[in-house]
């Protein structure tokens, strides 16, 4: 196969007309162009040349073969430029897994500038309700970087973004909405906007209940922290949601819970060398 080089030197003779000139175009020698040129007729099996009085030219062969020479040095400097471009991070793809509560509240300003700044990286955005969910898409390659709770199930590299509590929304006209927290003893035997096996929310209050003693009755079901809020401040129950997920400027009434319930958000990196993954989770946590 030849070399890019082979093709640069005829490219290079043919436009400047003689081998002398090719030579001083690409600063080489001009037994060092010859050898490249006469590689290059070996491997094709026949002359690209002719060798005239004064420089030379093309011979069928060579006029035929010259504007595929052109394109192949044409596809590697795109090449070249294409990942020095991806290496300086001001072009690429970065494709983002987000809990679904949290892609208004946490993500949105960081995507709001990136696509004004960075108007030649491709964002793709997935939202998902469970952080073992974001974590098999990172592992299994599907996404570079999840923005969420963190996962017992990823073994990469995580950095912390934040953290947020868990609040109770409480209906109006229940006797909890006296009190200044809630304890989880209050939730006993109280009907509870819960979640969804799909939400990754369910097993983790339902553990945390339990160590309080506490078996939550969950009277509807929900797949969404933001709809569990509504459909507490609509009376259906009492529901624990995550402060990201609360609608804005959410008409319900929140109480914290007492012992204080928090949760860790965390990036979950697929690629930490990458530059465009780098730059993200530092704009995302504002440093």
Known sequence: MPTLRALECFVAVVEAGSITAGATALHLSQPALSHQLASLETEIGTALLERLPRGVRPTPTGRAVLADA???????????????????????????????????????PTL????????????????????????????????????GPASARFLGEVVEIATEDIVAVVPAGLDLMDHTEV?????????IVHYHHDNGLRLWIDAVASS??????????????????QLAHAGLGIALVPETALPPRFGGVTKPLRPRLQRTVVAMLGSPSDVLVQRFVRDVRGK
């Open 70 to 108: 052109k394109a192949s040095l044409e596809s590697a400097n795109r090449v070249v430029q294409t990942g020095k471009a991806l290496a300086d991070g001001t072009e690429g793809r970065l494709r983002i897994a987000c809990a679904e509560s949290m892609t208004v509240p946490i993500l949105a």
């Open 112 to 147: 709001r500038t990136w696509t004004r700044k960075y108007p030649d990286i491709r964002l793709d955005l997935t939202e998902f309700t469970s952080a073992d969910a974001m974590a098999e898409a990172i592992s299994s390659g599907d996404a570079d970087i999840a923005i």
């Open 183 to 191: 304890a989880w003893v209050d939730l006993a035997g109280r009907p």
């Open 212 to 229: 309080h003693d506490v078996h939550l009755t969950a009277v509807t079901r929900t797949r969404h922290a933001t709809t569990a809020a």
